[in-house]
């Protein structure tokens, strides 16, 4: 598997986070506003657990909503990245099953929480392409463009991870 080339002309999305199945949000850090100016997404006790994929200071959640952090790179991972993020895609699935509100984040709010959310879609029973679509078609038509991470969703994380790990 490849990495995918940076794309720097790939627009911030136009809102923090959005909804992509009922009580599971998608979003970034940063978003244009509607001024056309970028601005910061901070998250106070909107959500319930907030799982997320690149930590900057200042963006919250406000003390006491259930945080996870696990930083990886909007890029290739190894095994221990994908386990992480299969073990955060299944944390998120137990939210929803109780009801709770989820957001899962990155920086736009694109890839690496697309590939999260994907992957809980997966769990949930939805195809990898379905998942994708339905992310593209409520995030932003920009979400999952890192083609290795929809490689990785195509083959299917455990696959990918166990492939990942040999090649280590």
Request: glycine letters at 10%; proline letters at 8%; a negative charge.
């Given at each position: 598997?490849?990495?995918?080339?940076?794309?720097?002309d790939?627009?911030?999305?136009?809102?923090?986070?959005?909804?992509?199945?009922?009580?599971?949000?998608?979003?970034?850090?940063?978003?244009?506003?509607?001024?056309?100016?970028?601005?910061?997404?901070?998250?106070r006790?909107e959500?319930?657990?907030v799982?997320?994929?690149?930590?900057?200071?200042?963006?919250?959640?406000?003390e006491?909503?259930?945080?996870?952090?696990?930083?990886?790179?909007?890029?290739p991972?190894?095994?221990?990245?994908?386990?992480?993020?299969?073990?955060l895609?299944?944390?998120?699935g137990?939210?929803?099953?109780?009801?709770?509100?989820?957001?899962?984040?990155?920086y736009?709010?694109?890839n690496?929480s697309?590939?999260?959310?994907?992957?809980?879609?997966?769990r949930?029973?939805?195809?990898?392409?379905?998942?994708?679509?339905?992310?593209?078609?409520?995030r932003?038509?920009?979400?999952?463009?890192?083609?290795?991470f929809?490689?990785?969703l195509?083959?299917?994380?455990?696959?990918?991870?166990l492939l990942e790990?040999?090649?280590?």
């Amino acid at each position: 598997m490849r990495a995918r080339s940076k794309q720097p002309d790939v627009p911030a999305p136009d809102s923090p986070w959005s909804e992509i199945v009922p009580g599971l949000w998608m979003g970034g850090h940063e978003y244009t506003g509607r001024s056309g100016d970028p601005e910061f997404a901070v998250v106070r006790d909107e959500f319930d657990l907030v799982l997320t994929l690149l930590r900057l200071p200042g963006h919250g959640p406000d003390e006491g909503v259930e945080h996870h952090v696990w930083p990886i790179p909007d890029g290739p991972l190894d095994g221990t990245q994908l386990a992480g993020v299969m073990r955060l895609a299944r944390t998120a699935g137990e939210a929803l099953d109780e009801g709770r509100s989820v957001l899962v984040r990155c920086y736009h709010g694109y890839n690496r929480s697309g590939l999260v959310i994907a992957h809980a879609l997966v769990r949930a029973g939805r195809a990898p392409e379905d998942a994708i679509r339905l992310i593209r078609s409520r995030r932003s038509p920009w979400a999952l463009h890192n083609e290795l991470f929809v490689e990785y969703l195509r083959t299917g994380l455990d696959t990918a991870r166990l492939l990942e790990e040999l090649a280590e």
